[in-house]
């Protein structure tokens, strides 16, 4: 059983082009996020959503739209890519504790995005 | 501003061989200290995390040493195998919060 998974796992698109991928974890964790890991492996967190509520929103252009239909859904939605926009595009998870503070992250196996 | 800073960028030890990575922190409100293990292709996996009311915790051969003093937290593997070769990034973040803030990351390569 995939804890969490992402479709597509390649994508391979021109500039310009309008894209999404796709994020659903079946742990029943009430908190999804996106990472991106440019090429030199740096992770950095994108957003979070919290039972479908945008929680952290870093500084990404807005041509990056997340969208959580329900809580365990979070897709990435991307306008007008531009060829620094190609990196893997990894969806994770976790179960925020109700005292504060969050358990373990779950990470999806990653969306190798190339913009050409 | 890069606010946990990891070294070394990259290592390589023998089998069998200690592995040392270390983690300088800033921000004195994180208080949770994950070290996350990924294999090429594969997304980051928990290995093994700390709070900082215990200086040490150890699981097999992955031990995590905390010093809150100096703000500096490391990942030791011991008896290090080819099959450990992976990049390991250390991270934190506060009890507040869910944001982890990860390190540069640190490509172990382990020969045989």
């Known amino acids: 059983d995939t804890a969490v998974s992402q479709t597509p796992k390649y994508l391979v698109t021109q500039m310009g082009n309008d894209k999404s991928i796709k994020c659903e974890q079946n742990?029943?964790?009430?908190?999804m996020y996106w990472y991106k890991q440019d090429s030199k492996k740096f992770l950095k967190i994108m957003f979070s959503?919290?039972?479908?509520?945008?929680?952290i929103n870093e500084t990404v252009p807005n041509r990056f739209s997340p969208k959580s239909p329900d809580k365990a859904h979070l897709n990435l939605h991307i306008n007008s890519l531009e060829l620094g926009d190609s990196a893997v595009y990894f969806c994770?998870?976790?179960?925020?504790?109700?005292?504060?503070?969050?358990?373990?992250?779950?990470f999806g196996p990653g969306t190798r995005l190339t913009v050409l | 501003q890069q606010q946990v800073k990891q070294s070394p960028q990259s290592l390589i030890v023998q089998k069998g061989g200690i592995s040392i990575i270390n983690c300088a922190y800033e921000?004195?409100?994180?208080?949770?200290f994950p070290w996350y293990q990924q294999f090429p292709g594969k997304g980051p996996a928990l290995l093994i995390a700390?709070?900082?009311?215990?200086s040490e915790k150890k699981e097999g051969r992955f031990t995590i040493s905390f010093n809150k003093s100096a703000k500096q937290f490391s990942l030791h593997i011991m008896d290090s195998q080819p099959g450990d070769s992976a990049t390991y990034f250390c991270?934190?973040?506060?009890?507040?919060?869910?944001?982890?803030?990860f390190g540069e990351g640190t490509q172990l390569t382990v020969n045989p």
């Open positions: 991270a934190a973040s506060e009890t507040s919060g869910s944001r982890l803030t």
């Open positions: 742990l029943g964790h009430d908190t």
């Open positions: 921000n004195t409100a994180f208080d949770y």
């Open positions: 959503y919290n039972n479908k509520e945008l929680i």
């Open positions: 994770a998870s976790s179960q925020l504790f109700r005292g504060g503070g969050t358990d373990t992250q779950y």
């Open positions: 700390i709070r900082p009311d215990v």
